[in-house]
């Protein structure tokens, strides 16, 4: 079964530093990778999926098949970039379930 | 606004107890997910339902259930409530099977 991992439940940074949220995920054949942001009182949203290959607020995420990696990235952290985020994994092809990490607590220190 | 609604927003409940929560998706989408949200498990699919029919279930106790009506609203029943069904439960809706899911902003159940 796939399983996606995010090792930090909460991870602080300061204004103005890099930021990484990791996500691993355990698929062995081609999964869609997805990361969620769910801002305080709002409704949880798509951030970034992996086969759009965009940025998206400064964050961007690359899929690594070898290490089964796809951490979000910022270089600089905003205050407003404090929420949760959600990674999420789907399996290409019919109708398949989302599954969700347990999602990393962002808190960005001005 | 992402478009999908969900009702009520908060519901508060005793032990045995039997809720029902509504999900409208977004005009358009055919395709309803339910979700379970708690502290400690995280956001935890429980069932996909796609144009009427259920498409995908996990993770759904036999005390919920689930349907998507002709209207193509859902609702989600749970029964013989217990403290522990206390959570956050959102509902989601995309296009088809294969699409991104808009989530609505949740329904807070608390079972005393």
Redesign the interface.
Known sequence: AQRVTQPEKLLSVFKGAPVELKCNYSYSGSPELFWYVQYSRQRLQLLLRHISRESIKGFTADLNKGETSFHLKKPFAQEEDSAMYYCALKLSGGYQKVTFGIGTKLQVIP | D?G?TQTPKHLITATGQRVTLRCSPRSGDL?V?W?QQSLD?????LI?Y?NGEE??K?NILERFSAQQFPDLHSELNLSSLELGDSALY?C?SSRG??D???????TRLSVL
Do not use: N
């Open positions: 992402s999908v395709s997910y979700y498990q995280g956001l935890q699919f996909q796609y498409r995908a996990e959102f989601a099977g294969l991104i899911q808009y989530f609505g902003a949740g």
